[in-house]
């Protein structure tokens, strides 16, 4: 259970209201840094819960599918600019982030990874990379400021780095077609 506690310690760290305040006073750090890192917090404290409550998971998350599920709705909500912003202006929105990211985005990611067949991996591929395609042109593209709580420039950053995070996967995607992957599951 040691990844269990460096998972809390990560969590409590980036809980810090410096550090907090710190990653969120730029929109690619807070969208880029602080939010995977919160998935990845989450994804080292499962086997905590995996432990804790076996018969959830094995009855709840059998295929890994509605994890994944429930992986993609979070982070697709959290893709949105709206979101972003509230997380700024409403305490709420910024106590459901702490919340959701790590429970309920990596938690259930790292739980239903190992159970998903390859074909559910590569629509999860497929479409991250879609989604972060799709905001890349969004946050570039936009004449406007999408977030009030940032400048356009950063706007525009975020969406040059969402660009090449979909790029990124898309390159992943495409060279494990090339690979033998059977001897890695």
């Known amino acids: 259970m040691k990844q ?3 998972g809390l310690a990560l969590y409590l760290f980036l809980a810090l209201p410096p550090v907090a305040a710190l990653a969120e006073s730029i929109m690619a750090i807070h969208m880029h840094m602080q939010m995977p890192l919160l998935v990845i917090a989450g994804m080292l404290m499962a086997p905590f819960f995996q432990k804790k409550f076996p018969g959830f998971f094995a009855k709840w998350n059998q295929d ?7 992986f993609m709705i ?5 893709l949105l600019p709206r979101t ?4 700024l202006t409403v305490p709420a929105v910024e106590i ?3 919340i ?10 790292r739980d ?8 559910w991996k590569n629509a999860v591929y497929i479409l991250s990379a879609a989604a972060c395609g799709l905001m890349a ?14 400048l356009i420039v950063e706007q525009k950053t975020l969406g040059w780095a969402f660009l090449f995070l979909a790029i990124s996967i898309l390159l992943y995607f495409i060279q494990l077609m090339f690979i033998d992957r059977s001897e890695y599951e």
């Open 4 to 6: 269990a506690k460096y």
């Open 96 to 98: 459901f982030k702490f």
């Open 100 to 109: 959701s990211l790590p429970f309920l985005a990596g938690v259930p990611l």
């Open 137 to 150: 042109w969004l946050y570039i593209a936009s004449p406007t400021q999408l977030c009030n709580s940032y």
């Open 74 to 78: 979070i982070m697709l909500y959290w």
């Open 64 to 70: 890994g599918v509605p994890g994944i599920l429930l």
């Open 112 to 119: 239903s990874w190992k159970k998903l067949t390859g074909t």
């Open 84 to 87: 972003m912003d509230e997380a």
